[in-house]
């Protein structure tokens, strides 16, 4: 039996989705839900219906899990708990700090509905976070350092891009070699956000637009680029589209802890991603948790999960039986 998607969003991570859900043999698209004119859409798989998101609750029936694919800023916090009343979910809800508050209203009306919702699952949060809690439940008398890129920031592009006279920009993250270094060697450093990253900006400005106020912007902006060292290249237009075009991004997630009678053995867990598109790997992550939603409705649980929650062996189509022969 093959479990029934639904797309809520079809931008890059929607896109992502369906090319995933491709990729799974025990899965199939039964419907994208959009806020444009379902008409004039066009998605890659010809047997998936093109509805209206008005319309979302015209399938209840007939999807098993919906993929939710908006924005954290101001789509999944009202569109998750909305949703999670009709439907299992799953959504890649990213602001680390509200997701306390996020949790506890999907939960709420995902177990006033009897279903099953997923949120946060991704890379960071989501796979990061798994590997966060590994490490430390290992190594409890350690230190965890994350860090991320290289890769584009899309929230720090768009800030970049709200400046006056700026026509178009990216903005990449980059992990610094000698704090890494240092992490890597055990030895515990106390490390400050600019210590940790660099931001380099690439800028398309408008013609006879002053490139000193606009570079000025971008480094003083305060929790965007005013605590890191921060590079601003301007360059044309044609140079953005044809060098900066990707969405790469990546990143490490090391813990170093020490064990013995006297703690004098040190141990280092790293975890690391080097990703060519960003949201085809989170929506590759998102497909696999729909998987383990979908076994978990079926089991009998509801209410709100995490990547926390969830057991492996639920995010494969193998059986258990497959499973312990071939990766134990």
């Not at 009343?85 to 009897?114: C, R």
């Not at 939603?293 to 649980?301: D, L, Q, V």
Request: overall charge negative.
């Amino acid at each position: 039996m093959k479990t029934r998607i639904g797309i809520y969003g079809y931008g890059n991570l929607g896109r992502g989705v369906e090319n995933a859900i491709r990729q799974n043999e025990d899965m199939e698209l039964v419907a994208v839900f959009t806020r444009r004119d379902p008409s004039a859409l066009k998605i890659a798989t010809p047997t998936a219906a093109v509805c209206a998101a008005a319309d979302v609750d015209s399938y209840v029936d007939k999807i098993d899990v919906m993929i939710l694919c908006g924005g954290s800023a101001t789509d999944l916090p009202e569109q998750t708990p909305a949703l999670a009343k009709l439907y299992n979910v799953v959504d890649s809800f990213d602001t680390h700090a509200n997701i306390p508050t996020h949790f506890a209203n999907v939960d709420a009306a995902a177990k006033g509905a009897g279903h099953v919702a997923m949120i946060s699952v991704g890379w960071d949060p989501g796979m990061f976070s798994l590997n966060r809690l590994y490490a430390g439940a290992i190594l409890p008398d350690g230190k965890d350092y994350t860090f991320w890129g290289k890769g584009v920031s899309q929230g720090h592009s768009d800030a970049i891009r709200r400046i006056e006279g700026v026509v178009d920009a990216k903005q990449y993250t980059i992990p610094v070699e000698a704090a890494l270094d240092a992490v890597r060697s055990g030895s515990c450093p106390a490390l400050t956000t600019r210590e940790k990253h660099t931001r380099e900006c690439f800028v398309v400005a408008a013609e006879g637009a002053d490139t000193a106020r606009i570079e000025r912007e971008i480094k003083e902006m305060p929790n965007y680029f005013a605590d890191y060292d921060t590079t601003v290249h301007f360059i044309s237009l044609d140079e953005l589209r044809r060098d900066h075009g990707g969405i790469p991004h990546g990143g490490f997630v090391i813990r170093t802890g020490k064990t013995g009678a006297d703690l004098e053995h040190n141990h280092v867990i790293e975890y690391s991603l080097k990703l060519d598109s960003n949201p085809e790997f989170t929506a590759s992550v998102i497909v696999a948790y729909a998987r383990a939603a979908h076994r978990m409705s079926i089991e009998g649980t509801v209410g709100c999960k995490t990547v926390l929650d969830v057991p492996p062996a639920y995010l494969s189509p193998k059986s258990g039986e497959q499973l312990r022969a071939e990766l134990l």
